[in-house]
T-cell receptor, first 117, second 114 residues
């Protein structure tokens, strides 16, 4: 099992450009998440998807959109990138409590380092 | 609102010594889960240890153990016999049972010195 995979690993954009970060998991998990990590601020939730077909805003959703394409895939789109979106982005997934993970553990992808010039 | 606070931005410890990382939290929920994640320079987030709030017994995983004080809302991580490979950022996290959101602390950067 590959676990949670993310593409790309690194990306440089110019202000105003758009891009989509891809995430996939092969653990048959129901919930998927997108976080951003900035120095001194820990991980902040951008969007999450509790199950296939649903998405909800997290703490910092402005400037982002998401798509839960199917149970495996959850993408994050930046429509018009801004320098404030320079960050490391993590995708995570979680199974059903009591079924695949009774402790509600999240599994993380390797991250995408995004720089917006 | 739930919060997680890690008041030690950086710490260092000599190899083979013991170090304790602090984490305090606030939640109005009675049933929740607490986690410590490790993030080495590779950037990968790795679960170190987890604790269910209704369990009074402190969790242990090899050299890692926690001191869970529910009344004080404290969840510290003790690393015994520190190794160079323990050098990493450590994040404390909280989620309430039946919810989907996780709250992370700002992290503690631990350096193990040879």
């Amino acid at each position: 099992n590959a676990g949670v995979t993310q593409t790309p690993k690194f990306q440089v954009l110019k202000t105003g450009q758009s891009m989509t970060l891809q995430c996939a998991q092969d653990m048959n998990h129901n919930s998927m998440y997108w976080y951003r990590q900035d120095p001194g601020m820990g991980l902040r939730l951008i969007y999450y998807s509790a199950s296939e077909g649903t998405t909800d805003k997290g703490e910092v959703p402005n400037g982002y959109n998401v798509s839960r394409l199917n149970k495996r895939e959850f993408s994050l789109r930046l429509e018009s990138a801004a320098p404030s979106q320079t960050s490391v982005y993590f995708c995570a997934s979680r199974g059903l409590a009591g079924v695949t993970s009774s402790y509600n553990e999240q599994f993380f992808g390797p991250g995408t380092r995004l720089t917006v010039l | 609102a739930q919060t997680v606070t890690q008041s030690q931005p950086e710490m260092s410890v000599q190899e083979a010594e013991t170090v304790t990382l602090s984490c305090t939290y606030d939640t109005s929920e009675n049933n929740y889960y607490l986690f410590w994640y490790k993030q080495p320079p590779s950037r990968q987030m790795i679960l170190v240890i987890r604790q269910e709030a209704y369990k009074q017994q402190n969790a242990t995983e090899n050299r890692f153990s926690v001191n869970f004080q529910k009344a004080a809302k404290s969840f510290s991580l003790k690393i015994s016999d520190s190794q160079l490979g323990d050098t990493a950022m450590y994040f404390c996290a909280l989620t309430a049972k039946g919810t989907y959101k996780y709250i992370f602390g700002t992290g503690t950067r631990l350096k193990v010195l040879a």
